[in-house]
């Protein structure tokens, strides 16, 4: 059989992420690679198309077309395919490969991480590290790297903290269990935003028996609707900045209701700050915590969508009248984080690395979702409505009047276009229907619309039987 665009263009992909065809490296004219495999030009021409646009190979004109040149290893310029995790080797990419795709949601730029910066902070960690450091990690983590971070959110969010309040976890889940370990009940009853983050709903279903969900619109989470039904809430999670996924930010008498509710009830709200730092059509606004007089809010950062997830660092910001309590569970139920990957954070937030990277980051982030909201609109004109929010790392395109959101995830999916369908986000009726996709990695137009037209076909199909 003859083989197709894709076959082409998968083998070529292939043959340059496995290192056999090098950077720089020619490869076949259209017309000598189409009369070789007995294929039409076209189908030739389409896979070099791809392959130019996700930046594999580059076209030179009449000298031919190569395999971008740089794409070679180490330095900060190196310049990987998205899928490939950007500024990554090719070995790391490859096992990495699995699990990636485009469009995934809330993974920062890896092309414009500065690489060459982390890796001198890394060796200076290694050679630097005592004895002492190499005993049990401090169990709520790495002085420096509370010091750091509490110095960042007091600055950059608007808290009021201090490095003893700052306890250094691992990720959402590990914050999740530890709160209600420390604070909560068996029955405590738990509520949540719907739509709401989905793998935080799915943890606080295993481990949380008496949860329950509160509807967001468009000024965030509905207060009104907890204190009318919910008002024994003991736990509260929240995404003020960002909703998540809605991207829309809790207003400020909202802030105030919620706050005054915690207060009069003894609740605990948990603020996931995920992504609050960026902002692009304002300035950033600060967090819920910043409002908090009575010491009612938990507050959750991470380093995932401003370093990497793979880092898994994150932090809460405990309450100063309950740092014992989480202390004597954690004597219980920690064992503390690695500490030469503190140690290597600390240095690049000690240095300024972090705040000069956040800088870029927001101007980046910024300028890659101008270009795929366009190039949404030019490859599905009219097909999808878009609220553009204020900031985030994800866009939503809903649907028009379709409700087959899970049908064409799965679609764009098999497309390795990583969106998820926005329903799947809600546990309650009505439901918005819809696709979630990230645009940090997408690093030029051509690039967004090369991708978006992979599943353009399926997905007009879909779409126009509606
Ligand atoms: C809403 C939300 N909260 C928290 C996180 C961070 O999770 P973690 O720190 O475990 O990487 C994410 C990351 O995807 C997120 O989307």
Known sequence: MKPGYKTIYEQYRHSITSGLLKPGDKVP??????????VARKTVETAWAILVGEGYLVSQGARGTRVNPDLSLGGEKKNLPTAQN??????????????????????????????????????????SMQ???????PLM????????????????????????????????????????????????????????YYFGQQTLKRIASNLHFAPVDNHGLKVDYIQQYHRDARFVFVTPSHQSPLAVTLSLPRKQQLLDWAQQNESWIIEDDYDGEFHYTRKVLPALKSLDTQDRVIYMGTFSK???PALRISYLVMPRACVAQ??????????????????????????????????????????????MLAALEQVYPGMFNIEV?????????????????????????????????????YNQ?????????????????????????RPAQETRALLSVE
């Open 326 to 371: 989480f202390r004597e569970t954690g004597e219980q139920t920690e064992s503390g984080q690695p500490v030469l990957t503190q140690k290597i954070l600390a240095a690049f937030m000690g240095e300024g690395h972090f705040f000069r990277h956040l800088k870029k980051m927001r101007t980046l982030y910024s300028q890659r979702r101008k270009t």
């Open 131 to 137: 004895p002492v450091e190499m005993t049990n990690p």
């Open 29 to 38: 004219s259209v017309r000598v690679l189409a009369s070789e495999l007995g």
């Open 306 to 308: 401003t370093v990497m």
């Open 429 to 453: 009726n009505p439901k918005r229907y819809g696709l979630i996709m990230g645009y940090t990695n997408v690093r030029s137009a051509q690039e967004a619309i090369a991708l978006l037209q």
């Open 141 to 196: 983590g790495y002085a420096p790297l509370r010091e750091a971070i509490a110095h960042y959110v007091n600055i950059s969010r608007g808290l009021s903290c201090s490095a003893d309040q700052i306890f250094i976890t691992s990720g959402y889940n590990h914050n999740l269990r530890l709160i209600l370990s420390a604070l909560g009940k068996p029955d405590d009853k738990v509520l949540f935003e719907d739509p709401g």
């Open 86 to 127: 950007g500024d990554l080797p090719l070995s790391m990419a490859e096992t990495l490969r699995d699990q990636s795709g485009f469009l995934r949601l809330g993974i920062p730029s890896l092309d414009a991480f500065p690489y060459k910066k982390w890796l001198l902070l890394s060796g200076k960690a290694v050679r």
């Open 389 to 425: 929010s204020d900031g985030g790392m994800h866009i939503i395109a809903l649907l028009r009047t379709s409700t087959q959101d899970v049908r064409l995830a799965q679609i764009w999916q098999q497309h390795q276009l990583q969106v998820s369908p926005l329903s799947r986000w």
